[in-house]
């Protein structure tokens, strides 16, 4: 992932700039020191005194934490520090004594410039601090860890927030084409020129969902558009004997956008329970905007009920959903409103600008 390996560039360059701070700070402390020049006997000297921690810190960083406690694997990395570290300054003891010793010129150099050293200290101090470097390195790599879990968890929430989107949005599609296709096979005994329209109608629908419902959003316009066809299609099967009006306004943006699909839910519902062969019907579609939202009202004559046509609700459900996972449970609003003869849906959602 990107965002990962920016961490670990980040990360690397925050030991990178300490490291460095620390292997000047014998240069500068000798130059003040000398004030003419660098003695650059007593930098190596410092130098040499800084050398096990920064190996202490090699071993820790590259090795030992990410086998260890990156791993939860706590005793393991407790006791390969201990290892670590008693061991470096083991060496580093057994080092100053048994070789520096036998090599005066080195011995004279390393008891003058005990003031350039950044410590001399007996074998326990060293280990304590060793143990108190690793301590800061470990704070610092599970800060990075945190913040890299925490990324991992707001991707991970977002694919699932996508896939349920995406599930609830093609939950629709089967539903639609199974009405759209119900229609046309009632238009082939019937009227087969209009048939033959109809499935030229739904293939230009079919390319609207295949291709442009994919997006996360989609411009108003071509969702009318495709409201619109959708209409055309019911017409056929219904002629005249339905009040259908679709109403809006004549210029729209191209930048105001809505999710894809949302709208036609509500018309399929208004069709499915609005209409009867046997009772005057109506289904008016009336759609406004701003440039900060988009309303839609949605009214269809009620009928009574039986059994085979009572309404599931869950298309609008399924609706309801896909809103929350958008827009947030209270940036937008849809309200239901029913009396004897009408049904009738109010939505209210910001504009998604394209």
Do not use: C
Request: proline fraction near 4%.
């Amino acid at each position: 992932m990107k965002i990962t390996k920016k961490q670990a560039i980040g990360e690397n360059l925050l030991y990178l700039m300490v490291w460095s701070a620390i292997i000047l700070v014998p240069v500068l402390n000798s130059q003040m020191m000398s004030e003419m020049h660098v003695s650059f006997d007593n930098v190596l000297i410092a130098w040499r005194k800084i050398a096990p921690y920064l190996l202490i810190f090699i071993i820790h960083n590259n090795i030992v934490a990410p086998l260890f406690m990156l791993r939860h694997k706590y005793w393991n990395y407790i006791l390969s520090n201990l290892i670590v570290v008693i061991g470096i300054f083991w060496l580093v003891d057994f080092y100053e004594d048994h070789i520096l010793a036998v090599q005066p010129i080195i011995e004279e150099h390393l008891i003058a410039a005990h003031k350039a050293s950044f410590t001399d200290l007996e074998m326990y101090w060293n280990v304590i601090l060793g143990f108190f470097m690793i301590g800061a390195n470990t704070g610092i790599k599970l800060m990075y860890q945190s913040i890299r879990d925490e990324q991992k968890m707001e991707e991970l929430k977002r694919q699932n927030l996508q896939a349920e989107m995406d599930y609830l949005k093609y939950q629709i599609n089967p539903h639609f084409f199974m009405n759209t296709l119900n229609n046309i096979h009632a238009l082939i005994d019937i009227d087969p020129e209009s048939a033959q329209n109809a499935v030229i109608e739904l293939s230009k629908m079919m390319r609207y969902v295949l291709y442009d419902s994919g997006n996360e959003i989609i411009s108003l316009n071509n969702d009318i558009r495709f409201l619109k066809n959708y209409i055309e299609l019911m017409r056929i099967r219904y002629t005249d004997e339905v009040d259908i009006r679709v109403e809006h306004s004549q210029r729209i943006s191209d930048q105001i956008s809505i999710p894809p699909l949302l709208l036609i839910v509500f018309v399929e519902n208004a069709f499915k329970h609005g209409v009867s062969y046997n009772h005057p019907s109506f289904i008016h579609i009336r759609i406004d905007h701003t440039p900060q939202q988009v309303t839609a009202r949605i009214a269809n004559s009620r009928h009574p009920v039986t059994e085979s046509t009572k309404p599931r609700g869950i298309g609008l459900e399924n609706v309801r959903k896909r809103l929350e996972l958008i827009y947030g449970p209270k940036n937008y609003t849809m309200q239901i409103e029913e009396t004897a003869d009408t049904y009738t849906v109010n939505l209210t959602i910001p504009t998604l600008h394209a």
